[in-house]
């Protein structure tokens, strides 16, 4: 059962533009969401998250967005540099259970 | 510290054959799991550990997977009488089994299996 979905797997934007990655998820037990983000041959590494009593969380160039009604959230990468080019994987967890559940990615590229 | 450490990287084996691969987590992180990655999807959950202890099992974990973590340190995860349909990327990942670091996982590079 498909409780995250990434419903592009692909996505292509110029250097400095904004790139934003969707993520749906079914799951209303989930509470605390993440986006990882893996290259070639890496296991993926933690970018940023954010938990179900926030509706924003930001990082430098990275801001993740929740909408709980909408049981949506997006990441946003402003501006986008050709560094950023990698897979990104969504993630959820409910309180108390260790069963993470990750999206099928969406592989960004950052055109120069 | 150098992160968590999975070995072999990559492992072709025969269909009926057994293998392990072995993961090295953080060393201060209690929490280990097992994910399994397959081509154009994000990793699924298998199992998880605190410290020595099996917490947890995916209905993936069929019989011929077994986990282990003896000492609460590094694990094994066996599949015995492989199948092609087991030719996938391993992950191993661990954290932290309180406060906020409980929720970030932390990966290896993966264990790739392929079964011919």
């Known amino acids: 059962d498909q409780q995250v979905k990434q419903n592009s797997p692909s996505l292509s934007v110029q250097e400095g533009r904004i790139s934003i990655l969707n993520c749906d998820y079914t799951n209303s037990m989930f509470d605390y969401f993440l986006w990882y983000k893996k290259y070639p041959a890496e296991g993926p590494t933690f970018l940023i998250s954010?938990?179900?009593?926030?509706d924003k969380n930001e990082d430098g160039r990275f801001t993740v967005f929740l909408n709980k009604s909408a049981k949506h959230l997006s990441l946003h990468i402003v501006p986008s540099q050709p560094g950023d080019s990698a897979v990104y994987f969504c993630?959820?967890?409910?309180?108390?259970?260790?069963?993470?559940?990750f999206g099928a990615g969406t592989r960004l590229t950052v055109k120069p | 510290d150098t992160g968590v450490s999975q070995n072999p990287r990559h492992k072709i084996t025969k269909r009926g054959q057994n293998v392990t691969f072995r993961c090295d987590p953080i060393s201060e992180h209690n929490r280990l799991y097992w994910y399994r990655q397959t081509l154009g999807q994000g990793p699924e959950f298998l199992t998880y550990?605190?410290?020595?202890?099996?917490?947890?099992k995916s209905r993936l974990l069929s019989d011929r997977f077994s986990a282990e973590r003896p000492k609460g340190s590094f694990s094994t995860l066996e599949i015995q009488r492989t199948e092609q349909g087991d030719s996938a990327m391993y992950l191993c990942?661990?954290?932290?089994?309180?406060?906020?670091?409980?929720?970030?996982?932390?990966f290896g590079a993966g264990s790739r299996l392929t079964v011919l």
């Open positions: 954010i938990s179900s009593i926030k």
């Open positions: 993630a959820a967890s409910a309180y108390n259970n260790n069963d993470m559940r």
């Open positions: 550990f605190q410290n020595e202890a099996q917490l947890e």
């Open positions: 990942a661990s954290s932290l089994a309180r406060g906020q670091g409980a929720n970030v996982l932390t």
